[in-house]
Protein backbone atom coordinates (compact mmCIF):
# COMPACT_ATOMS: atom_id res chain seq x y z
CA UNK A 1 0.00 0.00 0.00
CA UNK A 2 1.28 3.38 -0.69
CA UNK A 3 0.34 6.70 0.61
CA UNK A 4 1.28 9.76 -1.27
CA UNK A 5 -1.50 12.11 0.18
CA UNK A 6 -2.67 11.89 3.26
CA UNK A 7 -5.79 13.95 2.06
CA UNK A 8 -6.79 10.90 -0.08
CA UNK A 9 -5.90 7.66 2.50
CA UNK A 10 -6.28 4.61 0.07
CA UNK A 11 -8.73 1.68 0.65
CA UNK A 12 -7.34 -0.71 2.93
CA UNK A 13 -7.65 -4.38 0.91
CA UNK A 14 -6.08 -6.37 4.18
CA UNK A 15 -6.68 -6.18 8.06
CA UNK A 16 -3.69 -5.03 8.28
CA UNK A 17 -3.50 -2.16 6.15
CA UNK A 18 -7.07 -0.71 8.10
CA UNK A 19 -4.95 -0.91 11.20
CA UNK A 20 -2.80 1.51 9.03
CA UNK A 21 -5.95 3.53 7.96
CA UNK A 22 -6.76 3.64 11.23
CA UNK A 23 -4.42 5.22 12.83
CA UNK A 24 -3.62 8.36 10.38
CA UNK A 25 -7.08 8.85 10.47
CA UNK A 26 -7.05 9.08 14.19
CA UNK A 27 -3.99 11.35 13.64
CA UNK A 28 -5.20 13.46 11.37
CA UNK A 29 -8.11 14.00 13.34
CA UNK A 30 -6.18 15.98 15.89
CA UNK A 31 -6.13 12.73 18.48
CA UNK A 32 -4.02 13.82 21.01
CA UNK A 33 -3.29 10.80 22.93
CA UNK A 34 -2.46 7.52 21.90
CA UNK A 35 -2.09 3.55 23.45
CA UNK A 36 0.55 1.72 22.78
CA UNK A 37 2.05 -1.74 24.15
CA UNK A 38 5.72 -2.08 24.71
CA UNK A 39 6.93 -4.94 22.50
CA UNK A 40 7.92 -7.68 25.36
CA UNK A 41 11.79 -8.31 24.64
CA UNK A 42 12.37 -7.56 27.86
CA UNK A 43 9.65 -8.31 30.13
CA UNK A 44 5.69 -8.87 29.99
CA UNK A 45 4.38 -6.57 27.60
CA UNK A 46 2.73 -3.13 28.89
CA UNK A 47 0.09 -0.69 27.72
CA UNK A 48 1.96 2.86 27.81
CA UNK A 49 -0.14 6.59 27.07
CA UNK A 50 1.88 8.81 24.86
CA UNK A 51 1.02 12.02 23.57
CA UNK A 52 0.45 13.37 20.10
CA UNK A 53 3.18 16.26 21.54
CA UNK A 54 5.94 13.56 22.49
CA UNK A 55 5.24 11.80 18.46
CA UNK A 56 5.62 15.37 17.13
CA UNK A 57 8.45 15.95 18.28
CA UNK A 58 10.21 12.67 17.59
CA UNK A 59 9.17 12.87 14.28
CA UNK A 60 10.86 16.06 13.86
CA UNK A 61 13.98 15.59 15.32
CA UNK A 62 14.26 12.01 13.32
CA UNK A 63 13.46 14.60 10.17
CA UNK A 64 16.30 17.28 11.26
CA UNK A 65 18.58 14.16 11.93
CA UNK A 66 18.34 12.38 8.62
CA UNK A 67 17.96 15.29 6.72
CA UNK A 68 14.42 14.00 5.82
CA UNK A 69 12.11 16.56 3.37
CA UNK A 70 8.56 16.49 2.02
CA UNK A 71 7.94 14.25 -0.75
CA UNK A 72 11.23 12.00 0.19
CA UNK A 73 9.91 8.29 0.49
CA UNK A 74 10.30 6.34 2.90
CA UNK A 75 9.43 2.28 3.53
CA UNK A 76 7.30 1.65 6.73
CA UNK A 77 7.92 -2.78 7.05
CA UNK A 78 7.81 -2.85 10.88
CA UNK A 79 4.94 -3.54 12.84
CA UNK A 80 2.49 -0.55 13.09
CA UNK A 81 1.15 -1.32 16.47
CA UNK A 82 4.50 -1.27 18.26
CA UNK A 83 6.49 2.03 18.19
CA UNK A 84 8.97 1.64 15.89
CA UNK A 85 6.34 1.27 12.77
CA UNK A 86 3.78 3.78 14.68
CA UNK A 87 6.55 6.62 14.38
CA UNK A 88 6.76 5.70 10.79
CA UNK A 89 3.90 6.70 9.93
CA UNK A 90 4.04 9.84 12.37
CA UNK A 91 7.02 10.91 10.40
CA UNK A 92 5.25 10.20 7.04
CA UNK A 93 2.50 12.94 8.41
CA UNK A 94 4.26 15.23 10.08
CA UNK A 95 7.33 15.33 7.67
CA UNK A 96 5.08 15.00 4.32
CA UNK A 97 7.14 11.80 2.99
CA UNK A 98 5.57 9.66 0.49
CA UNK A 99 4.86 6.37 2.80
CA UNK A 100 4.80 2.62 0.86
CA UNK A 101 3.49 0.47 3.85
CA UNK A 102 4.20 -3.77 3.61
CA UNK A 103 3.39 -5.98 6.19
CA UNK A 104 6.41 -7.27 8.44
CA UNK A 105 8.56 -9.55 7.15
CA UNK A 106 12.44 -10.88 6.75
CA UNK A 107 12.62 -9.12 3.38
CA UNK A 108 10.23 -6.18 2.67
CA UNK A 109 12.09 -5.15 -0.36
CA UNK A 110 10.61 -8.07 -1.73
CA UNK A 111 7.04 -6.59 -2.07
CA UNK A 112 8.22 -3.54 -3.05
CA UNK A 113 8.55 -3.84 -7.11
CA UNK A 114 11.97 -1.88 -6.45
CA UNK A 115 10.05 1.51 -5.27
CA UNK A 116 13.65 4.20 -4.56
CA UNK A 117 13.46 4.77 -1.42
CA UNK A 118 14.91 7.78 0.49
CA UNK A 119 14.88 6.23 4.18
CA UNK A 120 13.71 3.01 5.91
CA UNK A 121 13.86 1.51 9.18
CA UNK A 122 14.43 -2.37 10.13
CA UNK A 123 15.33 -5.16 12.49
CA UNK A 124 18.66 -6.78 11.95
CA UNK A 125 17.40 -9.91 10.70
CA UNK A 126 15.46 -8.15 7.78
CA UNK A 127 18.67 -6.18 7.34
CA UNK A 128 20.65 -9.43 7.38
CA UNK A 129 18.11 -10.96 4.81
CA UNK A 130 18.05 -8.38 2.35
CA UNK A 131 22.05 -8.13 2.26
CA UNK A 132 21.87 -11.73 0.96
CA UNK A 133 20.84 -10.38 -2.71
CA UNK A 134 22.82 -7.66 -4.92
CA UNK A 135 19.50 -6.75 -6.39
CA UNK A 136 17.99 -5.77 -2.90
CA UNK A 137 21.52 -4.33 -1.48
CA UNK A 138 21.23 -1.79 -4.59
CA UNK A 139 17.71 -0.61 -3.54
CA UNK A 140 19.58 0.29 -0.43
CA UNK A 141 22.29 2.01 -1.83
CA UNK A 142 19.87 4.67 -3.42
CA UNK A 143 18.62 5.66 0.11
CA UNK A 144 19.98 8.72 1.92
CA UNK A 145 20.00 6.59 5.44
CA UNK A 146 19.46 3.03 7.17
CA UNK A 147 18.53 2.82 10.27
CA UNK A 148 18.07 -0.62 12.44
CA UNK A 149 17.02 -0.65 15.91
CA UNK A 150 15.17 -3.38 18.27
CA UNK A 151 18.18 -5.58 18.85
CA UNK A 152 21.98 -5.71 18.71
CA UNK A 153 23.70 -5.93 15.56
CA UNK A 154 25.71 -8.83 15.45
CA UNK A 155 29.05 -9.27 13.78
CA UNK A 156 28.74 -11.06 10.46
CA UNK A 157 25.63 -8.32 9.75
CA UNK A 158 28.02 -5.57 10.97
CA UNK A 159 30.56 -7.00 8.32
CA UNK A 160 28.30 -7.15 5.55
CA UNK A 161 27.29 -3.46 6.42
CA UNK A 162 30.44 -2.28 5.68
CA UNK A 163 30.37 -2.94 2.11
CA UNK A 164 27.95 -0.54 2.04
CA UNK A 165 27.81 3.20 0.93
CA UNK A 166 24.53 4.18 2.03
CA UNK A 167 24.93 5.45 6.11
CA UNK A 168 23.74 2.62 8.57
CA UNK A 169 22.83 3.81 11.58
CA UNK A 170 22.03 1.72 14.80
CA UNK A 171 19.57 3.46 16.95
CA UNK A 172 18.70 2.84 20.38
CA UNK A 173 15.33 4.06 21.92
CA UNK A 174 12.35 2.65 23.23
CA UNK A 175 8.52 2.45 23.44
CA UNK A 176 8.87 5.15 26.57
CA UNK A 177 11.20 7.33 24.71
CA UNK A 178 8.82 7.51 21.61
CA UNK A 179 11.43 5.25 19.40
CA UNK A 180 15.06 6.38 19.09
CA UNK A 181 17.13 9.19 21.19
CA UNK A 182 20.52 7.77 19.91
CA UNK A 183 22.23 6.97 17.42
CA UNK A 184 25.71 5.43 16.41
CA UNK A 185 27.18 4.95 12.68
CA UNK A 186 28.18 1.41 11.59
CA UNK A 187 29.61 2.15 8.45
CA UNK A 188 31.65 4.41 6.67
CA UNK A 189 34.34 7.45 7.86
CA UNK A 190 31.82 8.35 10.35
CA UNK A 191 31.39 4.86 12.23
CA UNK A 192 32.02 4.69 15.71
CA UNK A 193 31.22 2.35 18.40
CA UNK A 194 29.44 4.79 20.92
CA UNK A 195 25.98 6.21 20.95
CA UNK A 196 25.46 9.82 20.22
CA UNK A 197 22.02 11.27 21.64
CA UNK A 198 20.19 13.66 19.30
CA UNK A 199 19.51 17.12 19.85
CA UNK A 200 18.00 18.47 22.84
CA UNK A 201 18.26 15.09 24.74
CA UNK A 202 20.03 14.79 28.26
CA UNK A 203 21.53 11.50 29.47
CA UNK A 204 23.00 10.14 33.24
CA UNK A 205 23.21 7.42 34.61
CA UNK A 206 21.93 6.05 38.36
CA UNK A 207 24.26 4.23 41.09
CA UNK A 208 24.14 0.52 38.87
CA UNK A 209 25.56 2.75 36.14
CA UNK A 210 22.26 2.54 34.33
CA UNK A 211 20.88 4.91 31.38
CA UNK A 212 18.60 7.42 32.27
CA UNK A 213 16.97 10.32 29.52
CA UNK A 214 15.51 13.17 29.60
CA UNK A 215 13.77 15.00 26.44
CA UNK A 216 11.08 16.65 24.67
CA UNK A 217 9.44 13.11 23.62
CA UNK A 218 9.41 12.18 27.17
CA UNK A 219 7.31 15.13 28.14
CA UNK A 220 10.65 16.35 29.74
CA UNK A 221 10.23 13.42 32.70
CA UNK A 222 12.74 11.24 33.52
CA UNK A 223 13.16 7.73 31.79
CA UNK A 224 15.15 5.38 33.94
CA UNK A 225 16.46 2.47 31.77
CA UNK A 226 17.56 -0.86 32.99
CA UNK A 227 20.60 -0.64 30.24
CA UNK A 228 24.05 -0.35 31.57
CA UNK A 229 26.70 2.29 29.94
CA UNK A 230 29.90 3.55 30.05
CA UNK A 231 29.19 7.69 29.77
CA UNK A 232 31.53 9.02 27.86
CA UNK A 233 30.14 12.56 28.07
CA UNK A 234 26.75 14.79 28.67
CA UNK A 235 25.91 13.48 24.95
CA UNK A 236 27.82 10.38 24.81
CA UNK A 237 27.67 6.80 25.80
CA UNK A 238 28.82 3.28 25.26
CA UNK A 239 26.07 0.41 25.59
CA UNK A 240 27.68 -2.46 27.68
CA UNK A 241 23.96 -4.43 28.16
CA UNK A 242 20.85 -4.79 30.37
CA UNK A 243 21.28 -5.03 34.42
CA UNK A 244 18.57 -7.83 34.10
CA UNK A 245 20.77 -9.60 32.15
CA UNK A 246 23.46 -10.10 34.58
CA UNK A 247 23.02 -13.40 36.16
CA UNK A 248 25.02 -15.11 39.35
CA UNK A 249 26.54 -18.65 38.47
CA UNK A 250 27.70 -19.94 41.72
CA UNK A 251 28.07 -16.35 43.01
CA UNK A 252 30.20 -14.91 40.10
CA UNK A 253 28.48 -12.41 37.82
CA UNK A 254 28.00 -12.92 34.39
CA UNK A 255 27.02 -10.00 32.03
CA UNK A 256 25.23 -12.35 28.99
CA UNK A 257 26.15 -9.46 26.70
CA UNK A 258 29.57 -9.93 26.81
CA UNK A 259 29.45 -13.73 26.53
CA UNK A 260 27.22 -13.19 23.39
CA UNK A 261 30.02 -10.97 21.88
CA UNK A 262 32.61 -13.58 22.14
CA UNK A 263 30.64 -16.12 20.35
CA UNK A 264 29.32 -14.05 17.52
CA UNK A 265 32.75 -14.87 15.53
CA UNK A 266 32.30 -18.72 16.02
CA UNK A 267 28.20 -19.23 15.11
CA UNK A 268 26.85 -17.67 12.45
CA UNK A 269 23.22 -18.94 13.25
CA UNK A 270 20.94 -16.66 16.00
CA UNK A 271 21.90 -17.29 19.54
CA UNK A 272 21.50 -15.91 23.27
CA UNK A 273 22.78 -17.02 25.95
CA UNK A 274 20.82 -17.15 29.16
CA UNK A 275 20.93 -18.32 33.13
CA UNK A 276 18.83 -21.37 33.96
CA UNK A 277 18.05 -22.10 37.61
CA UNK A 278 20.41 -25.16 38.73
CA UNK A 279 20.19 -26.99 42.06
CA UNK A 280 23.87 -26.08 42.98
CA UNK A 281 25.02 -22.41 41.18
CA UNK A 282 21.95 -20.45 41.49
CA UNK A 283 22.12 -19.79 37.80
CA UNK A 284 23.67 -21.92 35.44
CA UNK A 285 25.36 -20.56 32.51
CA UNK A 286 23.53 -22.14 29.01
CA UNK A 287 23.59 -21.13 25.10
CA UNK A 288 20.52 -21.52 23.18
CA UNK A 289 21.17 -21.63 19.03
CA UNK A 290 19.28 -21.16 16.42
CA UNK A 291 19.83 -24.59 14.69
CA UNK A 292 18.81 -28.22 13.96
CA UNK A 293 20.56 -30.36 17.06
CA UNK A 294 24.26 -29.99 16.61
CA UNK A 295 26.89 -32.97 17.26
CA UNK A 296 28.87 -33.42 20.07
CA UNK A 297 31.90 -32.48 18.59
CA UNK A 298 30.60 -29.06 17.35
CA UNK A 299 29.71 -28.18 20.75
CA UNK A 300 32.71 -28.93 22.17
CA UNK A 301 34.72 -27.02 19.74
CA UNK A 302 32.54 -23.87 20.02
CA UNK A 303 32.99 -23.85 23.69
CA UNK A 304 36.89 -24.62 23.89
CA UNK A 305 37.04 -21.63 21.17
CA UNK A 306 35.80 -19.23 23.87
CA UNK A 307 38.58 -20.26 26.25
CA UNK A 308 41.18 -17.13 24.99
CA UNK A 309 38.28 -14.70 25.39
CA UNK A 310 36.20 -15.38 28.79
CA UNK A 311 36.95 -16.60 32.23
CA UNK A 312 35.95 -19.86 32.78
CA UNK A 313 32.85 -18.77 34.75
CA UNK A 314 32.03 -16.95 31.28
CA UNK A 315 31.93 -20.30 29.09
CA UNK A 316 28.33 -21.66 28.98
CA UNK A 317 27.83 -24.90 31.06
CA UNK A 318 25.61 -26.60 28.30
CA UNK A 319 24.25 -25.80 24.21
CA UNK A 320 21.10 -26.65 23.40
CA UNK A 321 19.36 -25.87 19.62
CA UNK A 322 15.77 -24.99 18.73
CA UNK A 323 15.30 -25.58 15.30
CA UNK A 324 13.01 -22.29 14.85
CA UNK A 325 13.25 -19.39 17.79
CA UNK A 326 9.80 -18.29 18.92
CA UNK A 327 9.80 -13.76 18.18
CA UNK A 328 8.06 -11.04 19.66
CA UNK A 329 4.92 -9.39 17.34
CA UNK A 330 8.12 -6.90 16.63
CA UNK A 331 10.52 -9.89 15.23
CA UNK A 332 12.55 -9.88 18.44
CA UNK A 333 13.92 -13.13 20.07
CA UNK A 334 10.96 -13.90 22.63
CA UNK A 335 13.52 -16.03 25.28
CA UNK A 336 11.01 -16.86 27.31
CA UNK A 337 8.62 -18.65 24.73
CA UNK A 338 11.56 -20.53 23.06
CA UNK A 339 12.95 -21.66 26.39
CA UNK A 340 9.52 -23.55 27.48
CA UNK A 341 9.94 -25.48 23.80
CA UNK A 342 12.99 -27.18 24.95
CA UNK A 343 11.14 -27.19 28.82
CA UNK A 344 14.13 -24.73 29.95
CA UNK A 345 11.55 -22.46 31.94
Known amino acids: MQITDFNKLPIAKTEYEQQVIDFCQQWLAGQSHFSIKTSGSTGEPKEIL?????????????????H?????????????????????????????????IVEPSSNPLEFTEDVPFDFAAFVPLQLQTIL???????????????????????????????ALKV???STYGMTETVSHIAIRQLNGV?????????EGVEINID????????????????????????????????????????????GVK??????EKSLEQFIQNRFFAYG???????????????????????????????????????????IYCVPIFKETPTGKIDKIQTLKVINLY
Not at 190 to 198: Q, T
Not at 220 to 248: A, H, M, P, S, Y
Not at 288 to 306: G, M
Open 167 to 169: PVF
Open 50 to 66: LTRQQMHASALLTGKTF
Open 132 to 162: KSEKYKAQLERMKAVIVGGAAVNETLNQQIQ
Open 276 to 318: IDDENLGQKLVLIVESEEWEAQKKVTILESLKPLLTKYEIPKM
Open 207 to 250: YRNCLNIKALATNDELIQTNDVVELIDKKTFKLLGRFDNIINSG
Open 68 to 100: LLPNDSALVCLNVAYIAGMMMLVRGMVLGLKLT
Open 254 to 259: IQLEKV
Open 190 to 198: NSDSNFKVL
